[in-house]
Structure formats: structure tokens, C-alpha cells
């Protein structure tokens, strides 16, 4: 065997060398798509709530200072959401017992040292914010020190919940931020991922709240879920555009999500883009939604956020697994 030779295996197509293993699996794109609904309900919770309280927007409130019935249940799903995406997290940690050590230094130009500190930021006052929105049927567990911090915080509402909408926008950018500085996978090494995750994530929160609202607060985050659906659109199509436009390894790489014939769960990564996320999960469901704000009964009125919700999963993990299999710098 000549050295040219030993040089080639040994560090060009040496698979320890090149980026194209899947390190990461099915935890990553449940947790990205739990941390980006979580940031999506936080901020859209976040703003009903001043925009009622400033300028009187949005669906009546309970009364006693309770905002309406999706904003308090939105509230309380948004820590829990991103604690149970967490979990996913911490199971794919090669070392989850060391995980104490994120929050021994700050290293501003890492996305996961960012992204740690911001969690620090969002638990407490995402916590916060949905003991004050459902602080009447807290009051009525009598619960000592949760009365105390109520009464402490209660005239503090808005203030509160202007600091975590701008954290919850945190948290759904950086879900994708903590992809787009892997420049060695050029699908990820977009700075557009971002402002993707962090729409697609206000549109699933949307699509969640439109679930479990009750029919007169529909309207509203239907109307919330639509135009978030359509700048969605806008953002996909830069995502594709600048991918296909730029290097010949970024325009590999979306044409390896756009066009490849690579299989995820027995169909094609095109399949899945094109037929599964933008179809389903972004046209039908703007569709049925026009339909219904102009007028027309639609028979059943849940198909629209479930494929919302469908679309912004399969995102993820197309995302995610295209940007591991496609085979760089060869």
C-alpha cells in the first residue's frame, strides 16, 4: 500500500473524519420540536396577555385577573413541554451526569452554553407567569408559600410577560442557532434555521392553543396559526432558495432534502418535504383555515392544527437526519 493511499483512508475517507455519521438520533428533533412549541406558547401567551391588558385585545378574560382559558393552559404547558423535551435531551448526553458542568462557565459564542443559560432564564418565570394566570385556582389550594409569592408578583403581570416573550423568542432561535453553527453539515449551516424553528414553533404553539381553546377563543389562534403559516412559507422557500444558490456543498445538501432519494421511515426525503411538511403541513392547513375564517363549515375543524402540529415534527426530523446522512466534502 503506497502512503498516498494510507494518507486517503486514513484521514479523507476515514468515516471518524468526515461528518456524515448519525450521532444524533430520534431524541434531538423531539427535543428541538418540544423547545420550539414551548418558546412558541410562551411568547404567544406572553403577548395575549398585554395586549389585553394594555389595549384590551383579545378574547374576555375569566375575571380576577385571570386571562382567558387557552392563555392559562398555554402558560402552564410551555414549562412542562420543554422539561419533557429536556428529557430527551439529557437521555441522547453520552455523559448525562456531567451535565452540571454547562453552568460552570459562559462561553457566549457556543449555542449550547447560550442555550443553557437562556433555560435558566425561562423556567422560573415561565413557571411565574402560569401560577399568575391561574392564580385563582391556586388561591383556592391554600397553598402557603404559593400564596405569598402571588401576592408579591400579581400587580406584575405585564412586566413578566414582556421579559418572556422575548425569552420564549430565545428559546425557539435557538433550537435552530444550535444547529446552524455546525458549518462541517451544510444543510444546518444556514443562518436562516433559526428564524425557521422560531416561526415553525410560534405556528405549532398556535396550532396546540387552537386545539384546546374553546370555541369562541378559536378565532383568534386560528388567525395566529394563518399568518404564521404564511411567513413560514416566505422562510422555507429563503431556506431552500439560499441553500440551492449557495456552495456546491450547501446546494448538495438541499438538494439532498429537496430532491434525494435517501429514505426516512420507507419514503424519500423529497416525499417527506415536499408531500409531508409543505403540503400537509403547511398548505392544507392554511387552506382550511381561510375556509373557515371566510365563512365556510369545515366538517372537521381539528384536521388543521393536527397537520400543523405533523408538519412541524416532520421538520425537525427531516432537518436533522438529511443533515447527517448527507455525505460531505466527497
Not at 398555554?74 to 437521555?91: E, K, T, Y
Not at 411567513?231 to 431552500?240: K, N, Q, S
Not at 445538501?253 to 403541513?281: E, K, N, P, T
Request: aromatic share 10%; with cysteine.
Amino acid at each position: 500500500m503506497t502512503e498516498t493511499t494510507t494518507e486517503i483512508i486514513s484521514t479523507k475517507l476515514n468515516p471518524n473524519v468526515l461528518p456524515h455519521l448519525h450521532i444524533w438520533e430520534w431524541h434531538i428533533p423531539l427535543y428541538l420540536f418540544l423547545g420550539g412549541m414551548a418558546g412558541g406558547l410562551l411568547v404567544i401567551t406572553s403577548i395575549m396577555i398585554v395586549l389585553k391588558r394594555r389595549f384590551g385585545i383579545g378574547p374576555r378574560d375569566e375575571g380576577d385577573g385571570c386571562p382567558c382559558l387557552a392563555v392559562r393552559i398555554g402558560s402552564i404547558l410551555s414549562p412542562v413541554l420543554l422539561g419533557v423535551g429536556m428529557l430527551f435531551l439529557f437521555l441522547d448526553l453520552a455523559h448525562p451526569l456531567y451535565v452540571w458542568a454547562f453552568y460552570t462557565t459562559i462561553q457566549p459564542t457556543s449555542p449550547m452554553s447560550a442555550g443553557s443559560w437562556i433555560l435558566i432564564a425561562f423556567f422560573p418565570l415561565a413557571v411565574l407567569q402560569a401560577m399568575l394566570v391561574n392564580k385563582k385556582f391556586l388561591r383556592e389550594r391554600n397553598i402557603g408559600i404559593v400564596n405569598k409569592l402571588i401576592d408579591w408578583t400579581e400587580d406584575h403581570l405585564t412586566p413578566v410577560a414582556l421579559v418572556n416573550a422575548h425569552i420564549g423568542v430565545g428559546i425557539g432561535i435557538y433550537t435552530g442557532i444550535l444547529l446552524s453553527f455546525f458549518s462541517a453539515r451544510p444543510l444546518w449551516s444556514s443562518s436562516i434555521l433559526g428564524m425557521l424553528f422560531l416561526v415553525s414553533g410560534i405556528s405549532s404553539a398556535a396550532a396546540l392553543m387552537l386545539l384546546l381553546a374553546p370555541d369562541d377563543e378559536k378565532p383568534t389562534y386560528s388567525m395566529i396559526d394563518a399568518n404564521a403559516i404564511w411567513i413560514e412559507l416566505v422562510v422555507v422557500g429563503l431556506f431552500v432558495l439560499g441553500g440551492i444558490t449557495g456552495p456546491a456543498n450547501s446546494s448538495g445538501a438541499m438538494m439532498h432534502l429537496i430532491a434525494g432519494d435517501y429514505q426516512m421511515a420507507g419514503l424519500s426525503y423529497m416525499i417527506w418535504f415536499w408531500g409531508i411538511f409543505v403540503a400537509l403541513g403547511l398548505l392544507v392547513p392554511l387552506l382550511l383555515e381561510f375556509l373557515e375564517a371566510a365563512g365556510v363549515h369545515i366538517k372537521f375543524p381539528q384536521v388543521a392544527p393536527v397537520l400543523v402540529l405533523i408538519g412541524g415534527l416532520v421538520l425537525r426530523f427531516l432537518i436533522v437526519f438529511a443533515g447527517q446522512t448527507y455525505h460531505t466534502f466527497m
